[in-house]
């Protein structure tokens, strides 16, 4: 077999928390395209994608721990700010960005690279896309994310209602790619494990409030004490100090050190698969990890205890039919899913997982080879179209109206020295404590 001439595709992915990196490096792996149909015709080998891993500062930025469980290697990994990223993009070759961020952040790097890559003949194609369920601010986050060459949505369900916003408000909506969530997979679920596992997987910020939060961990802890011979599991997201996508001001460990636990109850961390492999039952109140549950066939229940709302995101799952209170569960209820419900969620069961990045892929393929290079990017939202509402989103990131880098811009022409990586890793733990121990403390303060 003759050697590969073909030269490896190069993609950089922007990530702000552990859950996104998570995403948008699986993401990367799954929509990088293979060699053209002619160099496989030449027997040329398929060659591995180059992945810049770019990880932005911010309350959120993963801890080594945090990437570690993720479980995703990247050729090089930096943390940045928006501008030292929007600089390497101006000065290093890539063939694709995925912007793995919050709405506001995707908008400002979108109007960022329009402004570096000006002029230029060949730019990189720009993807994004959401973490999991999309259930609130859909017209918001969307149009935040629009002027990416790709916005993928995990689901027929998301692509459906993605095209209705961007047409809604006379937006292009040809950038709307439908994939499946790039974490399923895994083993099927073929029957009961000794001892038969319950998991309850926690979320940062659903429920918020400390009564929720106590009620959940109560009723996890007597389901264990009525069934003896069960393991159940509390899967947490992050250690006491660390951040996810979501600031949780209340951790579970805390709860639960003030409660008798009983020995056939653990608080487990670790990546969501691996926890996977040992469940029979997967319990939570929203959490895309009912969606991996799914994909494997474990029966999995959205809880209804504190209700079906839009605040807690299980109004998702209405139609699933794996909507049930605890009471049913301790009772011995396992739910059978609705099958048209979970092939709309791009869960794929029953098979097709395998596929469900091919559109992405070949539409990738034909904008790195269209003649001519890729038309200038063209968010919808520009100082004409939002004047009251762009200007704040872009000086959040230090950068202009126009895109370009405002005077007084947070600069790095260097590695930082051993003084600056102390102090900046001090102010970010003064920062962290400040989000999670000094705000909620004012807060109750001020509703007394």
Not at 8 to 22: C, E, G, H, Q, Y
Not at 187 to 212: L, W
Not at 323 to 342: F, I
Request: charged letters at 25%; proline letters at 7%; a neutral charge.
């Amino acid at each position: 077999m003759p050697a590969s001439t073909t030269k490896p595709t190069r993609i950089a992915v922007l990530a702000d928390s552990d859950t996104r990196w998570k995403w948008g490096a699986l993401t990367a792996a799954r929509i990088a395209p293979g060699p053209s149909m002619e160099a496989a015709a030449e027997g040329s080998a398929q060659v591995a994608p180059v992945l810049g891993g770019f990880l932005l500062r911010g309350r959120a930025t993963p801890t080594a721990r945090q990437l570690e469980e993720v479980g995703v290697r990247a050729d090089s990994l930096r943390e940045v700010t928006a501008v030292e990223f929007l600089r390497a993009m101006a000065e290093e070759e890539y063939d694709i960005v995925v912007l793995a961020l919050v709405g506001g952040g995707v908008q400002a790097v979108l109007h960022g690279l329009g402004r570096v890559w000006q002029g230029r003949e060949r730019r990189p194609v720009v993807v994004t896309g959401y973490v999991g369920v999309v259930y609130e601010k859909l017209a918001d986050g969307l149009l935040l994310r629009h002027g990416a060459d790709l916005v993928l949505a995990n689901s027929r369900q998301d692509a459906e209602r993605f095209r209705a916003v961007y047409e809604g408000v006379g937006a292009d909506a040809s950038a709307v790619t439908e994939v499946a969530l790039p974490f399923l997979g895994g083993a099927p679920h073929t029957g009961g494990h000794d001892p038969y596992t319950v998991v309850f997987a926690a979320q940062p910020s659903v429920p918020e409030n400390r009564k929720d939060r106590t009620y959940l961990l109560d009723r996890l802890v007597r389901h264990a004490r009525l069934h003896p011979e069960r393991e159940v599991l509390l899967k947490l997201r992050s250690k006491p100090g660390e951040h996810t996508t979501h600031i949780e001001e209340l951790p579970y460990q805390k709860l639960a050190q003030k409660l008798d636990l009983p020995p056939n109850f653990r608080l487990v961390y670790g990546h969501m698969g691996e926890v996977l492999d040992r469940t029979d039952l997967l319990v939570t109140i929203s959490s895309t990890a009912a969606l991996e549950s799914l994909h494997r066939r474990i029966p999995t229940v959205v809880l209804t205890d504190l209700g079906v709302r839009e605040t807690l995101g299980n109004h998702h799952f209405v139609g699933s039919g794996c909507l049930a209170s605890w009471d049913q569960l301790d009772a011995g209820h396992r739910p059978t899913p609705d099958r048209e419900w979970v092939a709309r969620q791009g869960v794929a069961a029953d098979g097709g997982y395998d596929n469900a990045f091919d559109a992405a892929r070949e539409r990738i393929t034909e904008l790195l080879g269209r003649p001519g290079g890729l038309a200038p990017l063209a968010p919808y939202y520009t100082p004409e179209t939002a004047p009251g509402y762009l200007p704040g989103i872009l000086a959040r990131h230090h950068l202009g109206p126009d895109g370009s880098v405002l005077p007084g811009a947070p600069t790095a022409d260097k590695e930082p020295g051993p003084v600056r990586q102390i102090v900046r890793r001090a102010a970010r733990g003064a920062y962290r404590h400040g989000v999670q121990r000094v705000a909620p403390v004012i807060r109750r303060m001020g509703e007394l």
